[in-house]
C-alpha cells in the first residue's frame, strides 16, 4: 500500500492547515491540491531559499531570494551586474561575488554589501552544519531570524498586522518544525528514548531534495490533500472526508438562509467526495469548530444521515473474495493428495 493511495478531502482551503501540521510531525510526506501548500507560502519560501543556499551555494534561484530577503542595500543593478559578470565567466553568482576582477564590473561599495552577505552566508552554513539537536537547532534558527531582521521585514512589508503576524505564526512553525527534525527529543510512548540526532544542514538537504522533487513535478508518493472542489474526475483507493459539520457542508453563512437550490449543490458536491473512493471512505466531523471569533459545538452535516450508513452492509473485495477461495481449494488439494509411505 502507498502514501499515494490516501486522499483528504475537505471542504474549504483553510481546513488543510491542521492536517498539514499533523502530517509533517509525523514526517509524512503530502502535497496540496486545489489549495496553497504550506511550502508554497512566501514565507516559508524565503526561508527554504536561505536553507537551499547553504546547501547548495550554485543555486541561483536561492541566491537570489536570500540576498533580496530581506533587503540589505544590495539592489537590482548591482545583481543585474553579478549575473553579467557570473554568466561570462561561468560560475555561479555566488562564487562570482568572490571573485578578485569583481571591481571591474562593479563600485567597491556594492562589492562590500555583497561581501558581507557572502561572509554570513559561509558562517551560517558552518553553525548549521555543527547545531545538532532540537533544542540547539530552534535557538539558531531564532538566532538567524533576529539577524536577518525577518520578523521586521514581514511588518514592514504586510498589508496589516494581522496579516504580518499570521505569517510570523507560519515561521514560528517552520522553526518548530525543523527543530523537531533534527530530533534529540526524549519521547515518552512506551518507553523512554532519544530520537536520531541531525545537524540543521542535515535538515536543510532534505527540504531541498523535497523541495526540487517537487519543482520537477514527478510523480511522488504522498498523501494528497485536497479541496472537495478541486478533487473532481480524480479517484484514490482510500479516501477520508473530513469537516463534514452543518455550516461547512452544506456551507452556510450566518447572514443567508439555505435554499433548496444551494442546497442541491451542496449534496452533489458531497457525492463528489463519496465518489472519489475506490475501495475506502472514512467520513469525520468536527466536535467544535470556530464560528467567528466564538468556538461552537459541532453538528454533523445532515448530508451523513442521508448516507444512511446504519442500513450499509460490508460488500467484500472481489479480489480478496478470490484470493481466499484460491487458498481453500489449494488448502483441500494438499489434504487430499495422498501422503508418502
Not at 43 to 48: A, F, H, N, Q, S
Not at 163 to 191: H, L, P, Y
Not at 243 to 249: A, D, F, S, V, Y
Request: charged letters at 30%; one cysteine or more; glycine letters at 8%.
Amino acid at each position: 500500500m502507498k502514501l499515494a493511495d490516501f486522499a483528504i478531502l475537505y471542504r474549504a482551503n483553510h481546513q488543510s492547515r491542521v492536517f498539514e501540521q499533523k502530517l509533517r510531525a509525523a514526517q509524512i510526506p503530502y502535497k496540496v491540491s486545489g489549495g496553497q501548500s504550506f511550502f508554497d507560502r512566501a514565507e516559508i519560501k524565503d526561508l527554504c531559499g536561505w536553507l537551499r543556499l547553504i546547501v547548495n551555494q550554485d543555486d541561483d534561484p536561492a541566491f537570489l531570494r536570500a540576498v533580496t530577503t530581506p533587503k540589505r542595500g544590495i539592489g537590482h543593478t548591482t545583481l543585474g551586474a553579478l549575473g553579467d559578470f557570473s554568466g561570462k565567466w561561468k560560475v555561479s553568482m555566488f562564487e562570482a561575488l568572490f571573485s578578485e576582477s569583481l571591481g571591474v564590473a562593479l563600485k567597491s561599495k556594492a562589492i562590500d554589501s555583497l561581501h558581507e552577505f557572502g561572509r554570513y552566508v559561509n558562517d551560517f552554513q558552518h553553525r548549521a552544519k555543527t547545531t545538532v539537536g532540537a533544542e540547539d537547532a530552534k535557538a539558531l534558527m531564532l538566532s538567524w531570524l533576529k539577524d536577518i531582521g525577518y520578523e521586521q521585514h514581514l511588518y514592514d512589508g504586510g498589508d496589516s498586522e494581522k496579516v504580518a503576524a499570521s505569517r510570523w505564526s507560519n515561521v514560528m512553525d517552520f522553526v518548530d518544525w525543523v527543530a523537531k527534525r533534527c530530533g534529540g527529543e526524549i519521547t515518552q510512548e512506551g518507553g523512554t528514548f532519544e530520537s536520531e540526532r541531525k545537524s540543521v544542514l542535515d535538515v536543510a538537504q532534505s527540504i531541498s531534495v523535497i523541495l526540487s522533487l517537487a519543482e520537477r513535478g514527478d510523480d511522488q508518493d504522498v498523501v494528497t490533500l485536497s479541496t472537495l472542489h478541486a478533487s473532481k474526475g480524480l479517484e484514490w483507493p482510500h479516501v477520508t472526508l473530513a469537516g463534514i459539520n452543518e455550516g461547512l457542508l452544506p456551507f452556510r453563512s450566518d447572514a443567508e438562509e439555505v435554499t433548496p437550490e444551494h442546497l442541491q449543490e451542496e449534496r452533489r458536491l458531497m457525492y463528489v467526495g463519496i465518489t472519489r473512493a475506490q475501495r475506502t471512505l472514512a467520513v469525520s466531523t468536527l466536535r467544535r469548530r470556530k464560528r467567528g471569533r466564538e468556538t461552537v459545538a459541532g453538528v454533523p452535516s445532515r448530508f451523513i444521515a442521508e448516507m444512511k450508513l446504519h442500513e450499509a452492509k460490508t460488500q467484500e473485495d472481489p479480489r480478496e473474495r478470490l484470493r481466499r477461495l484460491r487458498e481453500e481449494i489449494a488448502a483441500k488439494t494438499t489434504a487430499a493428495a495422498p501422503s508418502a509411505t
